[in-house]
Nanobody, 123 residues
Framework: QVQLVESGGGLVQAGGSLRLSCAAS????????VGWCRQAPGKEREFVAGIKWSGTSTDYDDSVKGRFTISRDDAKNTVFLQMNSLKPEDTAVYYCNAGTNWGMVLLGGGDYWGQGTQVTVSS
Protein backbone atom coordinates (compact mmCIF):
# COMPACT_ATOMS: atom_id res chain seq x y z
CA GLN A 1 0.00 0.00 0.00
CA VAL A 2 1.18 3.49 -0.94
CA GLN A 3 -0.33 6.71 0.38
CA LEU A 4 0.07 9.90 -1.66
CA VAL A 5 -0.45 13.48 -0.49
CA GLU A 6 -0.29 16.49 -2.83
CA SER A 7 0.58 19.97 -1.62
CA GLY A 8 1.82 23.30 -2.93
CA GLY A 9 -1.27 24.54 -4.73
CA GLY A 10 -2.62 28.03 -4.32
CA LEU A 11 -3.46 31.29 -6.03
CA VAL A 12 -0.93 32.85 -8.39
CA GLN A 13 -0.99 35.55 -11.03
CA ALA A 14 -0.51 34.75 -14.70
CA GLY A 15 3.16 34.40 -15.50
CA GLY A 16 4.00 33.28 -11.99
CA SER A 17 5.26 29.96 -10.67
CA LEU A 18 4.27 27.23 -8.25
CA ARG A 19 5.91 24.00 -7.16
CA LEU A 20 3.65 21.07 -6.38
CA SER A 21 4.77 18.18 -4.21
CA CYS A 22 3.58 14.58 -4.08
CA ALA A 23 4.75 12.89 -0.90
CA ALA A 24 4.51 9.12 -0.58
CA SER A 25 4.55 6.76 2.36
CA UNK A 26 4.24 3.02 2.72
CA UNK A 27 6.16 0.95 0.22
CA UNK A 28 9.45 1.90 -1.37
CA UNK A 29 8.67 4.98 -3.43
CA UNK A 30 11.70 4.62 -5.68
CA UNK A 31 10.16 1.57 -7.35
CA UNK A 32 7.15 3.53 -8.69
CA UNK A 33 6.57 5.74 -11.66
CA VAL A 34 4.64 8.91 -10.78
CA GLY A 35 2.39 11.06 -12.93
CA TRP A 36 0.47 14.30 -12.60
CA CYS A 37 -2.99 14.87 -14.02
CA ARG A 38 -5.35 17.82 -13.71
CA GLN A 39 -9.06 18.41 -13.97
CA ALA A 40 -10.96 21.68 -14.25
CA PRO A 41 -14.71 21.96 -13.57
CA GLY A 42 -16.68 20.80 -16.58
CA LYS A 43 -13.58 19.53 -18.37
CA GLU A 44 -12.04 16.13 -18.88
CA ARG A 45 -9.10 14.87 -16.88
CA GLU A 46 -5.84 15.76 -18.61
CA PHE A 47 -2.41 14.20 -18.36
CA VAL A 48 0.26 16.74 -17.40
CA ALA A 49 3.59 15.03 -16.74
CA GLY A 50 5.14 11.74 -15.67
CA ILE A 51 8.48 10.47 -14.40
CA LYS A 52 9.75 6.91 -14.48
CA TRP A 53 10.99 5.05 -11.41
CA SER A 54 14.60 5.44 -12.54
CA GLY A 55 14.16 9.20 -12.83
CA THR A 56 15.83 9.12 -16.24
CA SER A 57 12.65 9.20 -18.33
CA THR A 58 9.99 11.91 -18.33
CA ASP A 59 7.02 12.81 -20.48
CA TYR A 60 4.94 15.98 -20.81
CA ASP A 61 1.71 16.98 -22.43
CA ASP A 62 2.19 19.47 -25.24
CA SER A 63 0.17 22.07 -23.35
CA VAL A 64 2.80 22.31 -20.60
CA LYS A 65 5.98 21.34 -22.43
CA GLY A 66 8.69 23.93 -21.87
CA ARG A 67 6.86 25.44 -18.89
CA PHE A 68 6.55 22.55 -16.39
CA THR A 69 9.27 20.27 -15.06
CA ILE A 70 8.76 17.02 -13.16
CA SER A 71 11.46 15.67 -10.85
CA ARG A 72 11.84 13.30 -7.94
CA ASP A 73 13.81 13.02 -4.72
CA ASP A 74 13.63 9.39 -3.64
CA ALA A 75 15.51 10.11 -0.42
CA LYS A 76 12.56 12.30 0.59
CA ASN A 77 9.93 10.04 -1.02
CA THR A 78 8.67 13.05 -2.96
CA VAL A 79 7.95 13.97 -6.58
CA PHE A 80 7.79 17.61 -7.62
CA LEU A 81 6.09 19.51 -10.41
CA GLN A 82 7.69 22.88 -11.06
CA MET A 83 5.17 25.07 -12.87
CA ASN A 84 6.47 28.23 -14.57
CA SER A 85 4.85 30.80 -16.85
CA LEU A 86 1.44 29.85 -15.53
CA LYS A 87 -1.66 30.72 -17.54
CA PRO A 88 -5.30 31.03 -16.47
CA GLU A 89 -5.93 27.89 -18.53
CA ASP A 90 -3.75 25.97 -16.06
CA THR A 91 -6.37 26.45 -13.33
CA ALA A 92 -7.45 23.01 -12.12
CA VAL A 93 -7.21 20.46 -9.35
CA TYR A 94 -3.91 18.64 -9.75
CA TYR A 95 -3.60 14.98 -8.80
CA CYS A 96 -0.59 12.71 -8.57
CA ASN A 97 -0.76 8.99 -9.19
CA ALA A 98 1.79 6.21 -8.86
CA GLY A 99 2.25 2.70 -10.15
CA THR A 100 4.65 0.11 -11.48
CA ASN A 101 3.33 0.30 -15.05
CA TRP A 102 4.91 3.25 -16.85
CA GLY A 103 2.42 3.22 -19.67
CA MET A 104 -0.57 3.26 -17.33
CA VAL A 105 0.86 6.11 -15.29
CA LEU A 106 1.25 8.14 -18.49
CA LEU A 107 -2.48 7.58 -19.08
CA GLY A 108 -3.38 8.65 -15.56
CA GLY A 109 -4.08 5.06 -14.56
CA GLY A 110 -1.66 4.52 -11.70
CA ASP A 111 -2.54 2.22 -8.83
CA TYR A 112 -2.52 4.92 -6.15
CA TRP A 113 -3.91 8.46 -6.06
CA GLY A 114 -3.67 11.50 -3.85
CA GLN A 115 -6.49 13.81 -2.81
CA GLY A 116 -5.54 16.64 -5.16
CA THR A 117 -4.40 20.22 -4.71
CA GLN A 118 -6.08 23.30 -6.18
CA VAL A 119 -4.15 25.58 -8.52
CA THR A 120 -5.78 28.88 -9.47
CA VAL A 121 -4.15 31.28 -11.93
CA SER A 122 -5.59 34.78 -12.19
CA SER A 123 -5.24 37.20 -15.10
Amino acid sequence: QVQLVESGGGLVQAGGSLRLSCAASGRTFSNYAVGWCRQAPGKEREFVAGIKWSGTSTDYDDSVKGRFTISRDDAKNTVFLQMNSLKPEDTAVYYCNAGTNWGMVLLGGGDYWGQGTQVTVSS
